[in-house]
């Protein structure tokens, strides 16, 4: 399962934000797996109402929904890098997730104090992508003294630190690592680093309940930043989120249309967490279960199977795919298959966005 961090500045609403996603989560699927692997850790359904259609045209008794696990990593400070507050700590917790979330204060509460002694978004920004480039910059400094040894008589050496030596001048510049365009081979040799900066970021910007439909003066700062840095930007009140866990689904739904909003910015902050770690779904269904996997976009049909289960993979057959569209229209199984809808596809069938697939193996 994939992770995602959830991260910022002390008193921005990490922890009201993972504890909403968590509680809701819970309380808008009481039927999907969950659980809460330690306090700040959980496990939680992607929204996708594909699931329940098909469930309906199945007669299943189950529906099991993709998963992402958020992790709610205690507050950076300025001086991080340099292991203030813990830093090194948390900088460490956050090398081992997938993706960050990044939760910007945009809300003013004289209640909670902030950090740096009043609001501002940008700044925020500023100060932990500029910790998190100053620990990555440290880091691949010490690599490239190692490396820049080896690679007099090691080819695989001279390829790492030609990479290296592309990021340390953006680094250098307080720049996240990712705005260096790699290929695929590249990349693949850097990853173990763990790089901080490399690290695709979803900004959560955390607005109050008047502000959510509409956002405010500091969400346009923040969208102007991310925009800078290719990133999204989710319009979220971790406020709202907490409120909306004891509302049944009726009482949420009012209370939403109150507030000027079709869904909570749980739902849209899952979803968009989903896609930017570039993944992909597809479904299984029958009468037992209509199940969503998960897999990464450019998989093929074995690798799709062995989601599932590792011999799926090593003795796959073939694939019974039909378009989740075409079925639903079809209406059954059945009918897809009468007409021409269901294809048999092999081992280099790239599985597409919402097919539901039927796995043919040998044992």
């Known amino acids: ?29 009481a039927n999907f797996p969950f659980c809460t692997i330690e306090p700040n850790v959980g496990v939680v359904a992607v929204p996708d109402a594909r699931l329940q259609v098909l469930a309906e045209l199945s007669s299943s008794v189950e529906t099991v929904p993709a998963r992402v696990e958020f992790v709610d990593i205690a507050g950076l400070v ?9 830093g090194n700590q948390f900088l460490a917790n956050i090398r081992e997730v997938d993706a960050i979330v990044h939760v910007v204060r945009c809300f003013e509460d004289d209640d ?36 820049r040894k080896l690679a007099r008589a090691d080819k695989e050496a001279q390829a790492e630190l030609a990479i290296l030596e592309q990021l340390l001048p953006v680094l250098n510049e307080g720049k996240p690592a990712r705005q260096v365009d790699l290929d695929d081979e590249s990349d693949a040799i850097i990853k173990p680093l763990g790089l901080l900066t490399r690290k695709p970021v979803i900004y959560a910007t955390n607005v109050s309940e008047e ?9 346009e700062q923040v969208r102007a930043v991310a925009a800078a840095d290719s990133a999204q930007v ?29 869904e909570g910015g749980l739902q849209t902050l899952i979803r968009a967490t989903y896609e930017l770690l570039g993944l992909r779904t597809y479904f299984t269904t029958g009468p037992k279960e209509t199940r969503a996997w998960t897999i990464r976009a450019g998989m093929v049909a074995p690798q799709a199977a062995g989601v599932i289960h590792t011999d ?12 989740y569209a075409d079925l639903v229209t079809a209406g059954s199984m059945a009918t897809a298959k009468d007409k021409g809808q269901v294809r048999s596809e092999g081992k280099d069938y790239m599985v597409q966005e919402g097919d539901v697939m039927l796995f043919r193996f040998n044992v």
Request: zero cysteines.
């Open 234 to 262: 989710v319009v979220i009140s971790a406020q709202v989120e907490s409120e909306l866990v004891d509302l049944d689904a009726a009482e949420r739904k009012d209370f939403l249309e109150a507030l000027g909003v079709e």
């Open 312 to 323: 799926f993979e090593r003795g796959f057959i073939r694939a019974e795919t039909v378009a």
């Open 211 to 219: 502000d959510l439909a509409s956002g405010n003066a500091w969400v």
């Open 1 to 29: 399962m994939l992770r995602a961090g959830i991260v910022g500045l002390p008193n921005v609403g990490k922890s009201t934000l993972f504890n909403a996603v968590v509680a809701n989560a819970k309380a808008q699927a």
């Open 112 to 147: 909670i104090i902030h950090v740096a002694g009043s609001v501002d978004p940008v700044r925020d920004i500023e100060i932990i992508n500029l910790e998190l480039a100053l620990s990555d910059l440290a880091q691949l400094e010490r690599r490239v003294d190692r490396v």
């Open 78 to 86: 300025q001086g991080a890098s340099q292991g203030e507050g813990l």
